[in-house]
């Protein structure tokens, strides 16, 4: 299904993408994202491979542990002038690392050194993944973030993990831990609430993701929906899974897209990415994804 889905999507982008109108819902714009790791060494390449696609990208900029805020500002400044921005505070593989009072002062340093220039801040990256640490921690890390974004009046996101079939835990699969551990304010405030997905890590499940974002929907009832974060290291089908991501046609009056390729500009293991600089293919599919 996968496959057929996108040979078709495929033939139809490259022969007639500037045909195809958005769906975009009344008075929602879609996010078109892509997921910064390593800024440091490529910035022009950065910039240029963003500012050079054909519908204005969100940039996720994954903040670094143990990088101070003020290291980042010109590069978020530089990047927001011709994208707009994501933030992610914590990744979910460092969050065990962090104390509740380092946490919310690490939030409290990023809102106050680059406001302005963070449109949406990530307050809670693959939040019930099982690798973040004590739940009742996690959780205080979380709200305590959210309250911060939300006394200065920022945009929040919280980026969820879909494991259907790949926990090992029961209370981490991804609906059970939204329904016991995130406070009624968080469910009617988020501003935009994400979903983690890798069909590598879960035994290339294809989700029936129609349903699973009606019911999302059902406990965010205020919240846009989107994928947080998608990838593959599998060279062979990194092109299917942009088309198949970035295409996604999901019935549902918040969806808004997301996407946020983890490999745009570095790779799993600190190398060259996927879409930078912008000569390289795979920038160029992902540009045709985008206007579909």
Request: proline share 4%; glycine share 8%.
């Amino acid at each position: 299904m996968k496959t057929y889905r996108w040979h078709w999507a495929k033939i139809l982008l490259i022969a007639f993408w500037s045909l195809w109108p958005l769906s975009i819902e009344a008075g929602l714009s879609k996010l078109y994202g892509v997921t910064i790791t390593n800024p440091w060494k490529q910035l022009p390449a950065i910039i240029d491979a963003l500012k050079s696609l054909a519908k204005k990208p969100t940039a996720r900029i994954v903040f670094d542990a143990g990088v101070s805020a003020s290291d980042y500002k010109n590069i978020v400044i530089q990047i927001h002038k011709v994208s707009g921005t994501m933030g992610e505070l914590v990744d979910s593989s460092e969050v065990k690392n962090y104390s509740l009072a380092q946490y919310l002062n690490r939030t409290k340093t990023y809102l106050n050194t680059l406001q302005g220039y963070i449109d949406i801040w990530e307050i809670g990256n693959e939040i019930n993944g099982e690798w973040l640490g004590n739940t009742s921690s996690v959780v205080a890390k979380m709200t305590g973030a959210y309250d911060l974004v939300k006394q200065q009046k920022g945009k929040t996101a919280l980026t969820l993990y879909y494991n259907q079939g790949c926990y090992s835990r029961a209370d981490h699969e991804m609906f059970a831990w939204v329904k016991k551990n995130i406070p009624l304010r968080m469910k009617q405030g988020l501003d935009y609430v994400f979903i983690s997905y890798y069909e590598d890590d879960c035994n290339n499940l294809e989700p029936d993701w129609p349903t699973v974002f009606q019911k999302l929907g059902s406990l965010f009832p205020n919240s846009k929906l989107g994928f947080g974060e998608c990838g593959t290291t599998n060279k062979n089908v990194k092109e299917e899974f942009i088309y198949n991501y970035y295409t996604l046609t999901i019935n549902h009056p918040r969806f808004i897209l997301g996407g946020f390729w983890w490999y745009f500009d570095s790779s799993a293991n600190g190398g060259p990415g996927d879409m930078v600089p912008k000569t390289k293919p795979l920038w160029s599919v992902l540009n045709a994804a985008i206007q579909y």
